[in-house]
């Protein structure tokens, strides 16, 4: 079955598979106890720019306090670094490939048709299954998945009176409209900071409604799995002034690399193409302006303060209801984003800083306030929350369970992370991050290396020196390895 994993799931074969994890786990979990619940939040384009990942700058004791209740894994990796592809990845387990999972627009029921999501196996098993705000990027994907429809903020924008992207100053909201309606003059800024309430904008609207859906759930009494989507800090960096104000401008600096490695190979080099479509933005291959750019890392900041405040309010209602002690609360970026670094911008690209993402896990009987270095990846979420809410995994499952590291957080479940861009594949070490760029014919067209024992913010390329022929060769042999096996699965 594994075999042939994208499509070849029939009815019946799915029924046997959930029917088979529940019986082995039992209505109860594999224990014999209660039912866990998952708490699952996600947060768009948030890198791990966060105190409790050694950014003492960053104002995030929401984050924190999770944190040290749980285990942090330091060394975690998105395996695509965009939104559409990174979610439908992780929601089914499976890896993408150069054709499943490619790019923002994949979607579970495209590439993976037939495979059981995270939520939808957790539904099988009698679990309250909701989603809200950005879960999957496809709002009407794998709708089956879920006990409710999915619901959105910006189900409550009035089309041609709102802001579709959340602004709250009047003139940015009149451009942002006119824009959407393909006034592509109208570009509104990418940032703003409006003297508004938390739920003014978009993820304050999700906050409240998850603490009104974590009431509810507890008056039912059933197990449940809540998936809670912040979109912010993804652009635009909109956030209350209030957020702002944590990060005074004199300091902010630019990232202390901006210029692109005269030693990587230029398939490596993205245009940034997400940024451009806002105002103060060259629309074309030309850098950033300083003092922009200083205002777009201040509001990056902004709004992943403002994120982080939104997060501690559900956790702060999970505590108040009596829910905590019983949920596993798994934390997760997407993907990272670049700041400038490279004089690249945004998510797309295989650099470390675009693909190196927080990862934090509370569950009940785990270690608590500690963390963990070795290897995992998103696709690895899966496999840990059934395991966690002790239930049997299902056969297709392509990622490792990391719930050992959660009872020692000093050992390591892998040796290697496995993510992708486009038509660069990588592997990820304890040291190394190797990429290769194939052609339509397979051919390797391109090749970066990066020792972060020496260079951790990968300046100096070194697949061509002598010295790292050996480690080249062997990262290479792996990395083919890797591709062959997850090929047509």
Request: proline share 7%.
């Amino acid at each position: 079955m594994t075999q042939n994993c994208k499509a070849c799931f029939s009815l019946s074969k799915i029924f046997a598979v959930l029917l088979c994890g529940l019986c082995l786990a039992g209505p109860t979990g594999a224990s014999g106890g209660e039912q866990k619940n998952i708490l699952f939040i996600a947060i768009d384009d948030l890198r791990p720019e966060l105190a409790v990942y050694g950014k003492t700058y960053m104002q995030t004791p929401a984050i924190d306090q999770l944190a040290s209740g749980g285990v942090t894994f330091a060394n975690a990796y998105s395996n695509v670094p965009v939104c559409g592809a990174s979610r439908a990845s992780l929601m089914t387990g499976l890896r993408p490939t150069s054709t499943r999972f490619v790019d923002v627009g994949a979607k579970v029921e495209k590439d993976a048709p037939g495979i059981p999501t995270l939520p939808a196996y957790f539904k099988a098993a009698g679990y309250t299954t909701i989603s809200l705000g950005k879960v999957l990027h496809g709002r009407k994907d794998a709708l089956s998945s879920w006990s409710e429809e999915p619901w959105h903020p910006q189900d409550d924008v009035k089309r041609g009176v709102d802001s579709p992207r959340s602004y709250m100053l009047p003139g940015n909201i009149a451009l942002d409209i006119a824009y959407k309606a393909g006034d592509k003059s109208s570009q509104p800024p990418a940032y703003e900071a409006a003297d508004v309430s938390d739920d003014a904008y978009f993820d304050g609207k999700t906050a409240r409604r998850a603490i009104d859906s974590l009431q509810v759930l507890q008056k039912e009494g059933k197990p449940f799995f809540l998936a809670v989507g912040f979109a912010k800090p993804h652009l635009p960096f909109n956030a209350p002034r209030k957020y702002w104000d944590m990060y005074p401008e004199k300091s902010i600096s630019l990232a202390d690399n901006p210029l692109f490695p005269e030693t990587a190979p230029e398939e490596a080099r993205h245009s940034w193409g997400e940024l451009r479509h806002y105002a103060e933005i060259p629309d074309k291959k030309d850098p950033v302006a300083d003092e922009v750019a200083l205002k777009l890392i201040r509001g990056y900041y902004a709004a992943t303060s403002y994120a982080d405040a939104q997060v501690g309010r559900v956790l702060a209602e999970l505590d108040r209801l009596g829910l905590a002690d019983n949920t596993i609360v798994v934390l997760w970026g997407d993907h990272g984003w670049s700041l400038g670094e490279h004089g690249l911008w945004a998510k797309h690209s295989t650099f470390n800083v675009a693909n190196q993402i927080p990862i934090i896990v509370r569950a009940p009987g785990m270690e608590q306030g500690k963390v963990a270095q070795g290897l995992v990846e998103s696709v690895d979420i899966y496999p840990s929350i059934v395991e966690l809410a002790g239930m049997s995994l299902p056969a297709h499952l392509q990622g490792d369970s990391f719930k050992p590291m959660l009872e020692n957080p000093d050992i390591a479940v892998k040796d290697a992370v496995f993510p992708r861009w486009k038509n660069g594949d990588s592997i990820v070490t304890d040291r190394y991050y190797y990429t290769e760029w194939r052609n339509k014919q397979g051919m390797v067209i391109a090749r970066m290396l990066y020792d972060h024992q020496n260079d951790p913010q990968e300046n100096n390329n070194v697949a061509e020196q002598a010295e790292y022929a050996i480690i080249k060769s062997e990262l290479s042999s792996r990395l083919a390895t890797h591709i062959q096996l997850i090929a047509g699965k």
